[in-house]
C-alpha cells in the first residue's frame, strides 16, 4: 500500500475519500474487504484532477488551468499571425503566459518529522493487519 502511494499518502487518501465517499477505500483495505489489486484499481482511476495527481505534478495547477493558459497563448499568436499578414510594419511578438515555475520546496524538520510519524504510523497499521491475516 506504502509504494501504490508513494510519498503522496495524505493527498492519496484525501483523493479517495473525496472521489469515492462514503466509502473509504485505505480502511476497506486495511480491514480485508478489499484486496490490494483492488486498491490499486481505484487509485489509477482517480480523476487527473485530484490532490493525488496534483501532489505528483509537484504544481497546483489544475487541467482548466493549463487549458486556460494554452488557449491564451493560441489566441496570442493567432492575433500576432493575422496582425502581421494584414500590417505594413513590423508587429511585436506576443508575450506568451508563463508556465507556473516549480521551485524545490524546503520541508522544515517539523514538516519532516510529522511525515516520519504518519509513515511510521501507517506501517505499524500495515505491518499489524498483514501479521493477524
Do not use: C
Given at each position: ?94 508575450d506568451l503566459l508563463p508556465a507556473p515555475v516549480v521551485a524545490p520546496s524546503d520541508e522544515d524538520e ?24
Open positions: 500500500m506504502l509504494r501504490l502511494l508513494g510519498d503522496h499518502q495524505g493527498p492519496g487518501d484525501a483523493a479517495l475519500q473525496s472521489t469515492y465517499a462514503p466509502r473509504d477505500p485505505l480502511a476497506e483495505y486495511l480491514q480485508g474487504r478489499i484486496s490490494t489489486r483492488q486498491l490499486r484499481v481505484l487509485v489509477e482511476g482517480l480523476p487527473t484532477d485530484s490532490a493525488f495527481h496534483r501532489a505528483h505534478r509537484d504544481t497546483d495547477w489544475r487541467d482548466s488551468d493549463w487549458i486556460n493558459r494554452d488557449s491564451n497563448s493560441i489566441l496570442r499568436v493567432l492575433l500576432y499571425t493575422v496582425q502581421s499578414a494584414l500590417s505594413k510594419s513590423p508587429v511585436p511578438k506576443p517539523a514538516d519532516a518529522e510529522y511525515s516520519a510519524q504518519q509513515l511510521a504510523e501507517i506501517q505499524a497499521v500495515a505491518d499489524g493487519w498483514f501479521a493477524n491475516n
